[in-house]
């Protein structure tokens, strides 16, 4: 049991210098400005890669100006700080935050989520707040508390990136797709997380059932792969 709990508490430290002191150095050498805010990223708990998250800045950088960001699922930041760091480099847009901060979802997610807010004695939108203010990127962000549905009733915005990664039951994840489908435009790019092929729970593939039934020619092209993460481009 000693020996177990060593290992524990080794791999704990290991994740925690590299998230504090050796990717913040990696990144801000290998990307410059950006590299500042993908760096402060790693430190927000959270289920992005490094790569997915690299790729999640690059996608902003590489469109034209004044985007709109619509991120589902934005629980305490991590990727929220990715997109608003990069607008913040490029100088315009807006990212839209959507997300009921109450520890929702499919019933996979759920207890994960439960278990990381017992760490805090706050809200995970006072959680969220804190995270992103600390980055000095929250005047990028418009946050929008509720779920996707809820949300999408009232929403009339051109989208020029979609990022779904918040409730991925197959239901979940096919109605935030559908409510803000109408508003992509030709052009834009839409990016689902946990959307490659592997096995999941039966409750939490909907993204890759997404990607599968729906993200394919001819409406979509110029489709790549970041770890577990799917971007494509919409062509129609």
């Not at 990715?82 to 997610?109: E, N, R, T």
């Not at 009232?154 to 803000?180: C, H, M, N, V």
Request: net charge positive.
């Amino acid at each position: 049991m000693a020996n177990l709990n060593e290992d524990k508490f080794s791999t704990k430290l290991k994740r925690k210098l590299n998230a504090f002191f050796l990717a913040p150095i990696r990144l801000r050498l290998g990307h410059g400005e950006l590299g500042k805010y993908l760096s402060k990223s790693r430190k927000v708990t959270g289920f992005l890669t490094e790569k997915e998250s690299v790729f999640l800045a690059n996608s902003v950088i590489q469109m034209h100006s004044n985007l709109t960001v619509v991120e589902v699922g934005s629980f305490l930041g991590q990727s929220s700080i990715v997109f608003a760091g990069a607008l913040k480099v490029k100088g315009s847009g807006k990212l839209h935050c959507i997300d009921p901060f109450d520890g929702s979802g499919d019933s996979f997610s759920m207890p994960f989520y439960q278990r990381i807010s017992k760490r805090k004695k706050i809200t995970l939108r006072e959680w969220f707040d804190r995270n992103v203010s600390s980055a000095s990127v929250d005047e990028w962000i418009e946050v929008h508390q509720g779920t996707a549905e809820t949300v999408g009733v009232s929403w009339r915005d051109s989208i020029d990136i979609l990022f779904l990664d918040g409730d991925q039951s197959p239901q979940g994840a096919r109605k935030a797709y559908e409510t803000f489908l109408p508003y992509l435009k030709v052009g834009s790019l839409i990016i689902l997380h946990n959307s490659i092929e592997r096995e999941y729970d039966e409750m939490h593939d909907g993204h890759y059932r997404l990607v599968a039934e729906s993200i394919k020619s001819p409406d979509y092209g110029c489709i790549y792969v970041a770890d577990s993460t799917t971007f494509a481009r919409k062509l129609i």
